[in-house]
């Protein structure tokens, strides 16, 4: 009876299934389908506040926010160059994983992992609005709204045990709002160095995955979680303040700053080269770091002398003491005509160890050509003391910087005794005017000391960005800088003007680490300044 029940079961299913089939496709085939009306198209005003809510997600940022711009401009230059944009984004991201796929043939009977289709599709991001920041970093801030609804055609293939398996992308959509910044910028083009990207908020990303044709994500609870660890890992790595670092230059194009003192005595010179008439020679040193421009630095002259000794300390900054070497050059001075050369030689900063003295006792040679025959000739010798002296960051690492421009010192009750460097980064001017003449320049006096930038002619808004640097034996915690804003013409009369000035305290600045910040200018009516001042122990 158990039999006989269970095969008239199965043959009754078998019958309704052809039945409810050849029922599914007459209704298919002869039933006529209904007229598709267009959609009712309201203006905003006449909609209630239910379904304007509801809307409020789909409005772009320029409309909601009015910081933001719209960028239709841009959205069409994407989809003008999207196809080219396709093909180099697709051939960087197989230049990219290919290594990251050689790693894991041979791993779990795999043999083989290949891209058998990539493509974005034929859809580009859309850039909802733009939102720019003014700082007063040398940076650029951008944060774009963007959203992409993609068609990609992306298509992997994986050979396991002689098995072919597909696996595809499809249906991806990714709403985000990032925050860029291109900074520092350089007078190099692109003129930045480096994108700096971070995430604001975590991304909304949407996907479809197909293996072997059949959609995974349908299956109940892996969707959700899919979506959830995608945002837990990619906020891990981007969501800000963790960022995303392009380099896009050259580090050697960036302008370097010092990162030490290099202590220099030099101390006597031994059996130099008799250059005048009567036997003898007037020797000094000059002595400067390779792969800068500044002036070189002089000793005294000591006459009639082919020992002399000078016991004479400089102090030369130091960018980079992997590359750099200090250039020592001997000369023979004479009264009238060119002073006759003794000999020179280079000292590598990288065999200098930091925070020590060193002594060196140098053959001198007449160039840096070692095949050159005359370099066997004896010169003399010439004995210096070294010592390179890197600069302590206030945190251990680099000083952190503020939103408003200004660092603070990790632990204050530090001592802020000894040498260090004073740096004064003068930017530019802004509404700057005189009474009769606009050609701005700035000078700025410390401790006597005057320096002044370049002049920018007839402009109410100049850019200087000139950096100048003074090393000091003590924090100047009792000094004040002094910059004033001038202004020159070739007038016979009243030729100088001044348009401004500004007083600053430097404790601050040894407190701080670091200042970024615009001054009003005194006696101006609404000039302002732009300069970052740092203190840097070493």
Known sequence: MGLFSTLLGIFGFGIGSLLGLLVGFFLFIYSEPEEVKDPVVRPLHELDSSTLQGLLPEIPMWVKFSDYDRVDWLNKFLFDMWPYLDKAICSTIRSIAQPIFKEYIGKF???????????????????????????????????PAFRWAGNPNIVLVLKLLSLRITIQLVDLQVFAAPRVTLKPLVPTFPCFASIVVSLLEKPQVDFGIKILGGDVMSIPGLYRFVQENIKKQVASLYLWPQTLEIPVLDASVVAKKPV????????????????????????????????????????????????????????????????????????????????DKLGMQLVPLKVLTPGLTKELVLDLVKNTNINDPQNKKHRGQIVVELAFVPFKSENGNEYGRSESGISRSSDSS????????????????????????????????????????????????????????????????????????????????RAKESLGYVEINLADVVYNGRINQKYHLIDSHNGRIHIELSWTKA
């Open 260 to 339: 030490g003192i290099l202590h220099v005595k030099v101390v006597r010179a031994l059996k130099l080269l008799k250059m005048d008439i009567l036997g003898s020679s007037d020797p000094y040193v000059k002595l400067s770091l390779t792969e800068e421009r500044l002036p070189a630095k002089k000793t005294t002259v000591k006459m009639k002398n082919l020992n002399p000794e000078w016991n004479e300390k400089f102090k030369l900054l130091v960018k980079d003491p992997q590359t750099q070497a200090l250039e020592l050059q001997l000369y023979d001075w004479d009264k009238v005509g060119r002073h």
């Open 109 to 143: 009977h795999i043999e083989a992992i290949e891209f058998d289709k990539l493509s974005l599709g034929t859809m580009p991001p859309i850039i909802y609005g733009l939102k720019v920041y003014e700082t007063n970093e040398n940076e650029l801030v951008m944060e």
């Open 414 to 493: 530090e001592s802020l005794g000894g040498a260090g460097l004073l740096s004064v980064l003068i930017q530019g001017a802004e509404d700057v005017e005189g009474e009769h003449h606009n050609n701005p320049y700035a000078l700025l006096c410390f401790r006597g000391e005057e320096k002044k930038t370049k002049m920018v002619k007839k402009t109410r808004d100049p850019l200087w960005n000139e950096d100048f640097q003074f090393m000091l034996d003590e924090p100047p915690l009792q000094d004040k800088i002094y910059i004033e804003v001038m202004s020159k013409s070739r007038a016979i009369f």
